[in-house]
């Protein structure tokens, strides 16, 4: 389990190392994830430092797409 701003990776303390911001939850099946087991479901993001919105505690829509259906994308609307 990561905490919000914690370092991690090799060079982490060194002068001059790379500096990314990484989200990473899983959205489905924690504890498959965390076994290594299949099934479960899990995102990641990555971008350069500062650049992740940060947004503890929210909900968001989750939608998973195979590879043939997302050109026929239609946006539910309420």
């Known amino acids: 389990m990561l905490y919000i701003g914690e370092k991690v990776g090799a060079s982490k303390d060194q002068a001059g190392a790379m500096k990314v911001d990484i989200a990473v939850d ?14 479960a479901i899990t ?5 350069e430092h500062g650049g992740l919105l940060h947004a503890p505690d929210c909900y ?12 026929r994308w239609i946006w539910m609307r309420p």
Not at 43 to 47: E, K
């Open 26 to 39: 899983p959205l489905e099946g924690t504890n498959l994830c965390a076994s290594g087991a299949g099934g």
């Open 43 to 47: 995102v990641l993001a990555a971008s």
């Open 60 to 71: 968001m829509e989750k939608i998973i797409v195979g590879r043939r259906p997302r050109a």
